[in-house]
């Protein structure tokens, strides 16, 4: 790994923010999905989640791969599931829906530990997810059409979120919120993507990197990985 990639992924990883997240609710077209694992990576989050109850959904995952090399996805079968996950972090919970206690997406305070609940294409959010919610979110519309298409609505608002976050500077930090161990994985991960394959496929643990991101390991992790 050269040193202006190992420089910038640091950089990027300064920058994450692990207490903002999304929430995709049974999206089922991979295109949505790798948009809004696209916008999430441009506005800094570290991890989606996303309700995928079925195998058919959960194969997803792997559609998308390509988008989410930055962005971790962590798939529950259940949308209650997924919601007490979020809460246990701390977060408010929103949710996309024109109701007569709706807010304006933009008068959120996206300071605070934010999870944004995205509904489906086929049905949008569902009861179970309004319940859940601690706010209902619209997005002002003054066309004929009602709704947006979810990665375009994801975006606004992840949007929004990094507006107030980059005023209050929770972008501007000098060290990662990302646990030590989550920065190592990844800088190996991302770094040094074959060799990566390589030690999982092997079951062998990821080395140490020094301070250039150029790995320390002794000869009995080499000639492992170097073994058939």
Not at 3 to 27: F, G, H, M, N, S
Not at 79 to 91: D, N, R, W
Not at 101 to 108: G, L, N, P, S, T
Request: contains cysteine; charged residues 25%.
């Amino acid at each position: 790994m050269n040193a202006e990639r190992y420089a910038r992924i640091q950089e990027v990883l300064k920058a994450r923010q692990p207490d903002l997240t999304v929430c995709l609710e049974e999206v089922h077209k991979p295109n949505n999905v790798s948009a809004v694992i696209r916008t999430a990576d441009a506005t800094g989050l570290h991890k989606i989640h996303a309700v995928w109850p079925n195998e058919q959904m959960r194969s997803l995952n792997h559609t998308s791969a390509g988008a989410r090399n930055w962005v971790e996805v962590d798939t529950h079968d259940t949308i209650e599931e997924a919601v007490q996950t979020l809460k246990a972090q701390g977060m408010q919970i929103l949710v996309t829906n024109l109701s007569d206690k709706a807010i304006d997406f933009r008068e959120v305070d996206y300071t605070k530990p934010t999870a944004i609940i995205l509904g489906s294409e086929k049905v949008g959010i569902s009861n179970k997810a309004l319940a859940l919610a601690d706010h209902d979110i619209v997005i002002p519309m003054v066309g004929m059409v009602q709704s947006l298409n979810v990665s375009v609505a994801g975006a606004l608002i992840l949007y929004e979120a990094q507006r107030q976050r980059q005023a209050a500077g929770m972008y501007d930090r000098d060290t990662s919120l990302l646990s030590p161990e989550t920065i190592e994985r990844i800088l190996f991960e991302r770094g040094h993507p074959v060799l990566a394959k390589v030690a999982q496929r092997k079951g062998l643990p990821y080395p140490n990197l020094d301070d250039q991101g150029e790995i320390v390991a002794d000869e009995a992790w080499w000639k492992e990985m170097q073994s058939k």
